[in-house]
């Protein structure tokens, strides 16, 4: 066998492990002289486990394959030496309901990661030291079909092609894929600025960036366009009410008359700012509150699910929010909150250079979504179980009926505006579904499941996929329609060389970030061990991946954990509480990152 990248785990225990996975991520064993059974006998003195499990076949071995550690509340990291036996040992994860509705992970904006890759860039200083690390991003290309002749391509595939009579668990990826044709016209725009001039905008230039920013949304607009600019602290003033954008000099002599004052209210703030958009509705148009603030609550309302319940019932009414985070302070999780739940994006500026580039992407996506209401609906016949979907979670009954309401109130405004024909009925279609409001030109997204199939001959459908959209493109209803089969076969060798690579990277970046955030929570809880022996193991993963294929993907992740290993077991002993927060948020935000 090569030699492995010299940040991947070189001792006993772990070669031992990485010879079981090699036979499940090598289809060709290329460059390894010998059978995967006589390597691993070379690299472990003793039988055990693991090399018993090779002559089982690589449909068990896919159970070491899935080598990531578990998301946090899955169950605690195990150690080196009983990690395989448990995992033999272990009973299956329990089958979740495949007849409901899961959250996505599609969403505009680039707020939190401009701000964590700035904090990771930064650094922190330990006893006069700099420690900086680098931050991970999911930039893995995908090889889905760019259409050319509607706005969205579907691809289904599974990690395997085949699995043994036995039955086994496998992967399920539906890759989304949008044409990179713009809109032909920007739609008119109602908008509202919300202007943050608290106490707490003084530090850090934040005052200037928000005064900027608000400078630049108002030369991006249009006559044609609405535009109103309400600002707060502990009280709230409207500066100008919803009303055509006429004199942009007179806007703008109000915003920069602007300082910073008293306490930080956004809850009013952004009250009002919901009235007035309500008051400068445009039916035939984009309705939407621009928040510019620190997101530090000082007075009024602070719970989240506050904010979070008011921005989603003014998406329901159309009216979407986008955040705009200014200075390292800001509470990133209030921000993120408004803006998912008001189905908008999430910025951070982390300069006053930036403001123009933010708002003029800002802008220009109203050009760019190519789709709307685009709903997958995945149906799993008899025999095969869901076990996961990879970074999401299952609908509560409410979360459910309000998913459906917007399904149906996008249905209806397309049909106002374009004239496509309304086509979603009641739902009472089985499947597990999904919805993404809307989609980007250019854009791809990966939805990845794990599925669990029962034991067979011959071959087994595991999956029908339908997505159903609103192409904005070429104005009309689409229905797309998908199946994917497994076969099965007695060859383990078969089923090794039905190993699909590109799916089975997307799934090694999911468990990436898992083992991030399970190390994530590991050291908030001062385990620091633990979250060593976590990104240990899972370097051991990247490491075969990598060599095996020549992924630089791969590769790139695989030094980047083992930064983090390093700094993580020199700290074994003790760990200074700043290095551990700056440990604990960068690896939170990488983790989040890329299970999305």
Known sequence: MRPLHPWCPQDVASAVMLAVVLVLLSPALSGCPKAPEREMARLSPASGPAADEVDKGAGEAAL?????????????????????????????????????YYSSTYMGGSGDRDRMEKLIKDGVVVDGKSIKLAAFTRQY???????????????????????????GETHLQIGLQAAKTEAPRRPRVNLVLVIDRSGSMSGEDKMAFAIHAALDVIDGLQPTDTLSIVAYDDRVSVLAPAGPVKDKGSLRQMV??????GSTNIHDGLKEGYRQAKAGFAGDGVNQVLLLSDGVVTAGVEDINVFGQMAS???????????????????????????????????FIRDAAETREIFQKELGQLTRVVAKAVKLRIVLPDGVELVRVLGSSALSEAQAAATRRTEEKIDQKVYDELGIHRDRAADDE?????????????????????????????????????????????????????????????????VVASTRRAVKKNVLGFQTGEALLQAAELIRRGKVSEAAQVVDEHMALLGVAAQEWNDRDLDRDGQLLSQYQKVIAAAAGGMNPDLGSYLAKSMSYSGYELTR
Do not use: C, W
């Not at 995908?142 to 391509?153: G, M, Y």
């Not at 985070?325 to 008001?342: H, T």
């Open 141 to 167: 290309s995908q090889a889905f079909e760019v259409p050319t002749k509607q706005a969205l391509s579907v691809s289904v595939d599974t990690e395997h092609g085949r699995l043994p009579q036995a039955g």
């Open 64 to 100: 070491l394959a899935e080598g990531a550690p578990a998301a946090p509340g899955g169950g605690q990291s195990l150690g080196a030496q009983s990690r395989d036996a448990a995992m033999l040992s272990a009973a299956p994860a329990p089958a979740l309901d495949k007849n409901a």
């Open 430 to 494: 089985p499947g597990i579904k999904m919805l993404l409001p809307h989609f980007y030109a250019g854009d791809s997204h990966v939805v990845m499941l794990k599925v669990r199939v029962a034991k067979g001959t011959g071959e087994r459908p595991v999956a029908k996929v339908e997505v159903k959209y609103k192409d904005l493109l070429f104005r009309q209803n689409r229905e797309v329609a998908r199946q994917v089969a497994i076969q099965y076969t007695r060859d383990k060798s078969a």
């Open 256 to 261: 920069q008359t602007l300082s910073p004052g």
């Open 313 to 347: 019932s003014m998406a329901d009414e159309d009216i979407q929010t986008t955040t705009v985070g200014m200075g390292m302070d800001f509470d990133d999780r209030l921000m993120g909150e408004i803006a998912q739940q008001g189905r908008g994006n999430y910025h």
